[in-house]
């Protein structure tokens, strides 16, 4: 876990809370799929950052869930204090802003399973040409990668390129996206040379990464709000694995899923309630999905190739990305 989670009390919400309020000089409030999720902090790039991530929320509206994010040094680095009877949370000396966003969307993810049935993908999901496709993975497996690699093609559009939300009807999954612009990273135009430019090289942060709206490269058309979802890949990286790509049945593939803990490693409360929970979701995604396991241990672009077969569709030569 790259930071750490300590549940608390509503009395030691109210502790904290006491604390942090003479110090909030930036209440945002932002709509994360239905949610009113509010940003409090004193860090105005934060804010700036947050602000072009997700969707504004009328701030008339009442939060469902709280992050309070500031520096303290009495606290340890990358320390999370969440109450999940108020979905409030504390975020103590975080650096990487990529961790702030995705706590914010696991927050939201708690909210929707608990009183709405619907659950959350830590995974990029993809159209092409109305079939939907899912991409989960560890960090590091290549999902970030092959989603721009098919955005690659004109037929493609994006959902999410890291989380999205699915519900279930009838014989159906229905994946919705997530944040308004995504956060990338500098590396992605050193493997696909499309998206060089993307940013300008001065907005990127420390970590090398900058939220980014795509629709300046791939096409205003080409961000899609849901898709349903026909194909699942499960991405990994095994040079002692001979396998390049292989069918995974419903009860393997969700073995895999709890193995690595959904691969989702900003899940904010883990019990066995919890628990039955996502097994049921998953579930439900593996029954109306068609699962692959693919080895990417080779280059992007035999990745890509493999993904594309799945899919049916062959690698095209457009002059542009726009649309």
Aim: contains cysteine; glycine residues 10%; proline residues 4%.
């Amino acid at each position: 876990m790259p930071y750490t989670v300590t549940l608390i009390t509503p009395e030691e919400k109210e502790h904290l809370i006491e604390n942090c309020t003479p110090r909030v000089r930036y209440e945002i409030k932002s709509e994360i799929f239905g949610c009113c999720i509010k940003l409090l902090t004193d860090e105005k790039g934060l804010t700036e950052t947050w602000q072009e991530n997700f969707f504004p929320m009328s701030q008339g509206i009442r939060s469902h869930g709280r992050l309070y994010v500031f520096r303290d040094p009495s606290v340890a680095d990358n320390a999370v204090r969440f109450d999940p009877y108020s979905k409030t949370a504390f975020l103590y000396n975080f650096s990487y802003y990529g961790w702030i966003k995705s706590i914010a969307l696991g927050l939201c993810g708690d909210i929707l399973e608990d009183e709405h049935g619907i659950f959350s993908v830590h995974g990029a999901c993809v159209d092409v040409s109305g079939h939907g496709l899912a991409m989960v993975g560890i960090s590091g497996a290549g999902k970030t990668t092959q989603t721009y690699g098919l955005l690659r093609d004109p037929h493609a559009r994006i959902i999410s390129d890291d989380w999205f939300f699915g519900r279930v009807f009838g014989p159906e999954i229905l994946a919705y996206g997530s944040e308004r612009n995504f956060y990338i990273r500098q590396d992605l135009s050193a493997i696909w040379k499309e998206f060089g430019g993307l940013v300008a090289t001065d907005e990127y942060d420390a970590d090398g990464r900058a939220v980014a709206d795509i629709r300046w490269v791939v096409g205003k058309g080409r961000l899609l709000p849901l898709t349903t979802l026909g194909t699942l890949i499960i991405l990994h990286r095994d040079p002692a694995d001979p396998r390049v790509l292989c069918r995974q049945e419903r009860q393997e593939a969700l073995s895999l899923f709890t193995a690595n803990g959904y691969f989702n490693p900003h899940l904010l409360v883990q019990d066995r309630r919890k628990a039955a929970l996502r097994d049921r979701s998953i579930g439900d995604l593996l029954e109306r999905t068609d699962c692959f396991l693919l080895n990417t241990t080779g280059t992007p672009k035999e990745t890509q190739d493999q993904i594309r077969g799945i899919l049916g569709i062959k690698e095209e030569q457009p002059d542009g990305l726009s649309g």
